[in-house]
């Protein structure tokens, strides 16, 4: 179930999930089959790519970071910057 799903960005030592509004974006897009996007996150634009499952600064894509759609239950460091304990 779709539901069940969530969309993760990597950190330095684990997953970060994206945060609602962003994830329900890269949901959408997923959905209807599209390969590149692009997202504002915390005022930068990012160019989400699903073919390589990465997440990149539009204006700077060395700022690449991986990506993965996973359980919501999958080990995570917290949800956009906010850990979790
Ligand atoms: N959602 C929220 N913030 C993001 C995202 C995103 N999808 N992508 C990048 N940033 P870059 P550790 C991350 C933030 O890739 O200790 C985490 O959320 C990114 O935040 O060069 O390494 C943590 O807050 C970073 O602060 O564009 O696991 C922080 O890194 C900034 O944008 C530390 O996490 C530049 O990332």
Redesign the pocket.
Known sequence: ETEHYSWF?E????W?Q??ER?NVELEENYNAKKRTFELL??G?M?VIDLDNMV?M?RNDPS???RIKRDLVSAPK?GI??LKIA
């Open positions: 960005y950190g330095r030592n684990g970060w994206y945060d962003t996150v915390a930068y990012y997440q600064r700022r690449r970071r460091k956009a910057g």
